[in-house]
């Protein structure tokens, strides 16, 4: 144990997006249950700072790795540097007993300097189809675990668990006209909720302002709870207060996404693993629109999962259109079967004892005293 403690010290590098975050978030409330410190390790952006805002009970530490985008390759190894830097310092202020990443490219620093201490390494994999930063990680760490079980099989030189995907607690079923009340809406009428990931997706944004005309003259019944991102916002709302004025409530982000998804009747989305995961936690017959230049193209290949099983329906961005996505709504709406076998389907994909199982299997090897590969 480390002097400053009796407890055992988890650090997990999950910043960067909210696909990484919450899910992340999930697993350490599940350390914090089982009386363990938690170090969380994030990004600077401005995404982490508002999920934060929910965060309590835990060790906060920010570091300034950035993403490769671009091929911006000066600025990354920057990053990468001062990030890794970062987290040996820190690690040799308060050493952790296991280091566990989330993916993406606040993960990698972290699981680099828990390798040279010499403590048991993780990583947990969302997508169905691995990220670079995972995939570099796995020749080197003592375990991963995967979201998809389609991703299991693209990882060579660790052992990998088929495991799920952590959701927050929150995410379980709740009342539906409470919800909608909670976020101003009709506790009656039948709700579309749009939202393209945590930081809005100004393609749906744009796809339903065109759709906004059709859909708010031949779905009269239907009120709308649009996420819409911090740059979108007011030309989202102005859209709105034109074709559907009163029927509708727009934010740019919302911590409580469980109400969101609670309120909903039908639901367009990106398809994120975390959203997909909250989706079917709480059983949402939803249209996805996947981001197409994901790295990848791996939310095309996730969204091809749910959609293999019957959980959802596929709109690819560049086929979609105010037609089409119309037509797509109200066969959701207005077709009860169809709507029902998808929330039959959305079950399967729920694993809600995925944050304890990681927690639990990480404490093992940890009391095991297992040496690292």
């Known amino acids: 144990m480390n002097e400053q403690s009796n407890k055992y010290h988890i650090a997990i590098a999950c910043g960067g997006t909210g696909g990484h975050f919450f899910p992340g978030l999930a697993v350490a409330q599940q350390f914090i249950l089982r009386n363990c410190d938690v170090t969380l390790i994030v990004s600077e952006k401005e995404i982490d700072q508002q999920a934060l805002q929910s965060v309590w009970g835990m060790n906060i530490v920010k570091l300034p790795a950035v993403g490769l985008t671009k091929k911006n390759y000066p600025g990354f190894a920057l990053g990468f540097l001062k990030s890794f830097l970062g987290a040996k310092k820190l ?23 828990g390798i040279l201490a010499r403590v048991p390494t993780f990583f947990h994999e969302s997508n169905a189809v691995p990220g670079r930063a995972n995939r570099w990680v796995s020749h080197f760490v003592t375990r991963g675990f995967v979201g998809f079980s389609h991703a299991a099989s693209q ?136 981001y197409p230049t994901a790295t990848d193209n791996h939310q095309l290949f996730n969204a091809r999962e749910y959609v293999r099983t019957g959980a959802a329906r596929l709109l690819e961005q560049a086929d979609a259109t105010p037609d089409s996505l119309v037509q797509l709504v109200g066969l959701l709406l207005r077709n009860a079967t169809v709507r029902q076998s998808l929330l039959v389907a959305l079950p399967c994909w729920h694993r809600p004892r995925a944050a304890e199982a990681i927690a639990d299997q990480i404490l093992k090897v940890v009391r095991e005293g297992k040496p690292r590969k």
């Open 155 to 290: 990882f060579t030189g660790c052992d990998i668990v088929d495991i799920g995907m952590p959701v927050r607690p929150q995410f379980t079923p709740r009342d539906t006209a409470n919800s909608r009340s909670t976020l101003g809406l009709d506790p009656m009428r039948p709700t579309l909720l749009i939202m393209g990931g945590s930081q809005g997706a100004t393609a749906i944004n744009d796809l339903l302002i065109q759709s906004l005309p059709l859909l708010a003259k031949q779905m009269v019944e239907l009120q709308f709870l649009h996420l819409t991102g911090e740059k979108d916002e007011e030309r989202v709302r102005e859209a709105y207060e034109r074709f559907a004025p009163g029927r509708f409530t727009v934010k740019p982000f919302l911590a409580e996404m469980q109400h969101a998804l609670s309120a909903a009747t039908v639901a367009i989305s990106r398809s994120g693993a975390s959203s997909l995961a909250e989706i079917a936690a709480l059983r949402v017959p939803t249209i996805l629109i996947p």
């Open 91 to 113: 690690f040799k202020a308060k050493p952790p007993h296991a280091v566990l990443g989330m993916g993406g490219f606040t993960a990698a620093p972290p699981i680099l300097a």
